[in-house]
T-cell receptor, first 115, second 114 residues
Framework: AQSVAQPEDQVNVAEGNPLTVKCTYSVSGNPYLFWYVQYPNRGLQFLLKYITGDNLVKGSYGFEAEFNKSQTSFHLKKPSALVSDSALYFCAVSLNTGTASKLTFGTGTRLQVTL | DAGVIQSPRHEVTEMGQEVTLRCKPISGHDYLFWYRQTMMRGLELLIYFNNNVPIDDSGMPEDRFSAKMPNASFSTLKIQPSEPRDSAVYFC????????????FGPGTRLTVL
């Protein structure tokens, strides 16, 4: 079975400060890892993904995430937060087996960026 | 491309009524997914299709739920009869392939069952 844990229900950060949204995963094999963002009353939007290769992945809106296999983590980061980054962030994992595998989402972390 | 289209955006119905949610995936995408989002359970995968064929419906909560994909450009999720605990936001998503590919989500249908 595969699972994702987002240990923080909410993260608060001041605009201009760096932000980190944590994600750890559990799969029996090599993972595909994703971050999605959800703004109020909207569907989920893709931010970035790790498939293979460089452990540091850069995505939309200045976000990046680092794949750490030893710690089974895929934390989302941004050097300088904006108020407009305030949203609900989901980490997701699927299993890299070469065949169909479901995407399992975490419970989400609400990011609140204040002036 | 217009993205994934869902209708209606909001649905309010009474317990016992039939509810049909509709989805038009992005053209050329072979995979279609139905998800349900609630505060209590988060985002749950209900069912997904590959080339119009249901592959895994293990997430469908019970027999009251059914989903079809009669062609590559249309899918429905039906609840009959509906119950208050079905109140949630239902998302449809599509992707070109599985595994590595991004899923593109529709705006969702907010269902309220009174």
């Amino acid at each position: 079975a595969q699972s994702v844990a987002q240990p923080e229900d909410q993260v608060n950060v001041a605009e201009g400060n760096p932000l980190t949204v944590k994600c750890t995963y559990s799969v029996s094999g090599n993972p595909y890892l994703f971050w999605y963002v959800q703004y109020p009353n909207r569907g989920l939007q893709f931010l970035l993904k790790y498939i293979t290769g460089d452990n540091l992945v850069k995505g939309s809106y200045g976000f990046e995430a680092e794949f750490n296999k030893s710690q089974t983590s895929f934390h989302l980061k941004k050097p300088s937060a904006l108020v407009s980054d305030s949203a609900l962030y989901f980490c997701a994992v699927s299993l890299n087996t070469g065949t169909a595998s479901k995407l399992t989402f975490g419970t989400g972390t609400r990011l609140q960026v204040t002036l | 491309d217009a993205g994934v289209i869902q209708s209606p955006r909001h649905e309010v119905t009474e317990m016992g009524q039939e509810v049909t949610l509709r989805c038009k995936p992005i053209s050329g995408h072979d995979y279609l997914f139905w998800y349900r989002q609630t505060m209590m359970r988060g985002l749950e995968l209900l069912i997904y299709f590959n080339n119009n064929v249901p592959i895994d419906d293990s997430g469908m909560p019970e027999d009251r739920f059914s989903a079809k994909m009669p062609n590559a450009s249309f899918s429905t999720l039906k609840i009959q009869p509906s119950e208050p605990r079905d109140s949630a936001v239902y998302f449809c998503a599509s992707s070109p392939r599985f595994g590595t590919d991004t899923q593109y989500f529709g705006p969702g249908t907010r269902l309220t069952v009174l």
